[in-house]
T-cell receptor, first 109, second 115 residues
Framework: GQNIDQPTEMTATEGAIVQINCTYQ??????LFWYQQHAGEAPTFLSY??LDGLEEKGRFSSFLSRSKGYSYLLLKELQMKDSASYLC??????????WGAGTKLIIKP | ETGVTQTPRHLVMGMTNKKSLKCEQH?????MYWYKQSAKKPLELMFV???????ENNSVPSRFSPECPNSSHLFLHLHTLQPEDSALYLC??????????????FGPGTRLTVL
């Protein structure tokens, strides 16, 4: 079956760096998304990776290794507003999105 | 209005009620989606409409009935729901073209409680 694994919850300190990992098993692969979802709000797009390597976007970066079925989202200089759930989703060979359950990130002062 | 809007934001209904959720996208996209989001579970894709035609129905119970009258509007009609249907229902839209997969834009969701 198809599956996305990511930690359920993580805690980090304001100003620090945190890495949220995501592993995927899909029938074929056509890219991977990261979304941010604040409590009670809509998920919002953060990044898309289809080639191996690191994509940097301000304080957020996303990494992909297709051979390892692995991605991570790196958040630097953490701010309290980064407290949210982070959703990983992979695109399979039929262009269907396979979603993870999300990682709840708690930022402490 | 911009982006993707959903109404109502909150809905409480009994198991014998009939209600409808509404979604509207103002992005000019050609595909719209309904998702169910339950606590600590992955997003569950319920229905996909591309160019106003339903292209996917992931074995969703018939008590959920979608309607897409045009590319900007999407409805989810609900009847005789069960308590386990209580969840956040998210609508999303995207622009699809051939094999290019663009990100989905989500609405704020409808928090549904079935008593």
């Amino acid at each position: 079956g198809q599956n996305i694994d990511q930690p359920t919850e993580m805690t980090a300190t304001e100003g620090a760096i945190v890495q949220i990992n995501c592993t995927y098993q899909t029938s074929g692969f056509n890219g991977l998304f990261w979304y941010q979802q604040h409590a009670g709000e809509a998920p919002t797009f953060l990044s898309y990776n289809v080639l191996d390597g690191l994509e940097e976007k301000g304080r957020f970066s996303s990494f992909l290794s297709r051979s390892k079925g692995y991605s991570y989202l790196l958040l630097k200089e953490l701010q309290m507003k980064d407290s949210a759930s982070y959703l990983c989703a992979a695109i399979d060979s039929n262009y269907q999105l396979i979603w993870g359950a999300g990682t709840k990130l708690i930022i402490k002062p | 209005e911009t982006g993707v809007t959903q109404t109502p934001r909150h809905l409480v209904m009994g198991m014998t009620n009939k209600k409808s959720l509404k979604c509207e996208q103002h992005l000019g996209h050609n595909a719209m989606y309904w998702y169910k989001q339950s606590a600590k579970k992955p997003l569950e894709l319920m229905f996909v409409y591309s160019l106003e035609e339903r292209v996917e129905n992931n074995s969703v119970p018939s008590r959920f009935s979608p309607e897409c009258p045009n590319s900007s509007h999407l409805f989810l009609h609900l009847h005789t729901l069960q308590p386990e249907d209580s969840a956040l229902y998210l609508c999303a839209s995207s622009q699809t073209s051939g094999e290019t997969y663009n990100e989905q834009f989500f609405g704020p969701g409808t928090r549904l409680t079935v008593l």
